[in-house]
């Protein structure tokens, strides 16, 4: 199956459905879905009867070898790329080019505009990015190859942690265990949270040290083109004792009785998963989990501590459609991979987040990610 061939085909029948005889792709992401080219600066044109790549001389052979069925617009260097587009737009005599309208810069349509004058720019949001959201059988793949990759690296990392690792020192040595175990890099900067700074989602790492808390919150993946996307929240074997604990967690919640209650809000959220069911239902389903949780000890209306969205599409960008959020409008379909990602943050505790990688099937669910989701101890690990 020629999988490129197979998206390139559909978006020439998108354009059609628009009204545009041509369209324009800038994006290097939506380049790279299109073509399969991992280089960037170059530009993808659909027009009638061609498929051509706009790239400079840097990538001549990198196109030659990666995206060899495709024709090849190499620009002089004294041209830019969006002028080399521009030309071929005109030699094609398109009239009408759609362009990536929650992508494309002002400036850079402005100048497309003044090189064509004859072309009438419509501009089109979340086309290729509306492809993106169903997954082939490769790209499905991918992504688990990458969610294998962060799994060999969380586990090496949690092997090896020290009482005295600080944030910083954690999210240093998982981005290296990420590229050890495999990947071109981390998906985006780890989160690691200890104690009480878990209850800010998106904790920027300190000089806390492990020992500072008992419990640890580390959001991490791999990019391997194709990305991935995990949390676990831990108890830590180190921050038991309550002279440490006490440095950082006022509150003494148990942990197990909370983490309980965002394990049952996940597992509310995977049942609801299928084709055909809005996004927004799947985080009213793990909402409704929280809203009827009594937790013994802790006076809080859980459901007001949920504080973002459920999940997000993965694939190629780390966040990309389906939103899995209240407002989304989004329906899922089989193919989607989805993160599931309810969370509890708590100040003067600390969070509760647990993170897994989901490909919607055409009877339900299946989790692509395997490491444990049930409370455990870094030593279980
Ligand atoms: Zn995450
Ligand atoms: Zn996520």
Redesign the pocket.
């Known amino acids: 199956m020629n999988y490129l061939l197979q998206r390139r085909t559909t978006l020439a029948q998108l354009q059609k459905t628009h009204g545009v005889d041509a369209f324009l792709v800038t994006t290097p992401v939506n380049v790279s879905y299109l073509t399969g080219f991992t280089g960037e600066d170059s530009y993808y044109a659909s027009v009638p009867k061609h498929e051509i790549i706009v790239s400079d001389t840097r990538f001549e052979g990198q196109i030659a070898e990666e995206c060899g069925d495709l024709e090849a617009v190499i620009r002089p260097h004294t041209k830019t790329t969006l002028e080399a587009a521009a030309d071929v737009l005109t030699k094609a005599g398109a009239r009408t080019v759609g362009v990536e309208g929650n992508r494309i810069t002002l400036g850079e349509l402005e100048a497309l505009k003044a090189l064509t004058p004859k072309v009438t720019f419509v501009p089109l949001e979340g086309v290729v990015e509306g492809q993106r959201a169903v997954k082939d059988a490769s790209e499905v793949k991918r992504i688990e190859d990458a969610i294998r990759v962060a799994e060999r690296a969380f586990r090496m990392f949690v092997a090896t942690l020290r009482e005295a690792d600080t944030e910083k020192d954690m999210v240093d040595a998982l981005e290296g265990y990420v590229r050890r175990a495999g990947g071109r890099c981390s998906s985006f900067p780890p989160i690691v949270a200890v104690g009480e700074r878990g209850a800010l989602p998106h904790a920027p790492p300190t000089a806390k040290q492990l020992g500072d808390g008992s419990k640890l919150l580390v959001d991490w993946g791999a990019d391997l083109m194709y990305k991935s996307?995990l949390t676990r929240t831990l108890k830590s074997p180190f921050g038991t004792a309550p002279s440490r604990r006490n440095k950082m967690e006022r509150v003494g919640y148990r942990f197990d009785d909370l983490y309980k209650v965002v394990l049952d809000a996940q597992n509310a959220a995977l049942a609801a998963i299928r084709p055909g069911v809005k996004a927004r239902e799947v985080d009213a389903a793990a909402r409704k989990v929280f809203a009827s949780a009594q937790v013994k000890g802790v006076d809080l209306k859980l459901a007001d501590y949920f504080t973002h969205g459920l999940?997000?599409g993965l694939g190629l960008e780390v966040h990309e459609a389906p939103k899995v959020r209240a407002n989304s409008e989004d329906v899922l379909e089989a193919g989607m991979v989805i993160?599931v990602?309810p969370g509890l943050y708590l100040p003067g505790w600390g969070g509760i987040r647990i993170?897994d990688d989901v490909l919607v099937t055409h009877d339900g669910c299946r989790l692509l990610s395997t490491l444990p989701r049930e409370p455990s101890t870094l030593a279980m690990i």
């Open positions: 996307d999940g997000h993160t990602e993170e």
